[in-house]
């Protein structure tokens, strides 16, 4: 598409030209963190008034994902991986298939405490599977919902190979003599620089609420071929009364790593 702009003066005016670009299907590989963090108690209750553990919180908000995503799109492609010390495929092959995704996600379980998580095996995993999805004319996307407070992630990975899109949800305890949130999430902030192809998000929250994961999940909707970077990302608005501001609270966004 070629437009013409009209200059302040009547002579002068340029061109610019919109090239066309085919947005892609993905392949989506959704990690879980199956440390046994993953079974600390949220502030949310189950409808059977039982507090949610994040294991449960995460199975919901993943099923709601992929139903949101098929709505948008029924080409869309899911598989299930596990991540304890290291990576593991738990469903290979991509479907679109609901009701084997809500098999494999109903079938999460975490049991014990993993240590320190490699993410390197992840990384080689989503790198295959990305070769063949690009084979295909998709795309692949990664994203993993990690729950450690006390253990930094590593990897070791080529810095110049990027196949895939790397999305992290990081749902943390709070910063105490056994935990190190802010340096966890520091070091997810670098692999996701380390290996995205496209715009790679990611989101925290240590206030234990269900409905925080499941806005962070929404926002994560976003095809990664149409995505602004993540600082200019203001959605979804606050319902919250805004105070007039004279009353408004000075804030520091210095720190991403909530503490609540």
């Known amino acids: 598409m070629e437009v013409v702009v009209q200059g302040e003066s009547s002579d002068v005016s340029s061109k610019y030209t919109l090239n066309p670009s085919r947005i892609f299907n993905e392949d989506i590989l959704l990690c879980v963190d199956v440390d046994v963090e993953s079974l600390v108690e949220m502030k949310s209750t189950g409808s059977n008034g039982r507090p949610l553990t994040r294991l449960d919180s995460i199975k ?63 990384f080689q995993i989503a790198s295959h599977e990305a070769k063949k999805s ?11 919902i990690y729950c450690r407070s006390s253990a930094k992630p590593h990897h070791q990975w080529p810095i110049n190979r990027k196949l895939f899109t790397l999305d992290v949800i990081y749902l943390h305890d709070k910063p105490g003599p056994d935990n190190c949130p802010q340096e966890v999430y520091d070091a997810l ?72």
């Open 189 to 260: 902030v670098e692999s996701l620089e380390h290996v995205s192809e496209y715009e790679g998000y990611i989101h925290e929250s240590g206030q234990g609420l269900a409905r925080v994961l499941y806005r962070h999940m929404c926002v994560l909707l976003s095809h990664p071929q149409q995505r602004c970077p993540q600082e200019y990302v203001d959605i979804p608005k606050s319902l919250t009364k805004k105070l007039p501001a004279s009353e408004t609270m000075p804030c520091d966004d210095s720190v991403p790593v909530s503490s609540q």
């Open 60 to 122: 919901q908000a993943i099923l709601m994902f992929i139903h949101a995503k098929l709505s948008i799109n029924p080409d869309h492609r899911f598989a299930f991986a596990t991540l304890s010390k290291s990576a593991s495929l738990l469903r290979k092959e991509f479907s679109s298939e609901v009701e084997s995704a809500v098999a494999a996600v109903m079938g999460l379980s975490a049991t014990s405490s993993c240590g320190p998580a490699d993410l390197t095996s992840l």
């Open 134 to 144: 690009r084979a295909q004319n998709r795309i692949f996307r990664v994203i993993l």
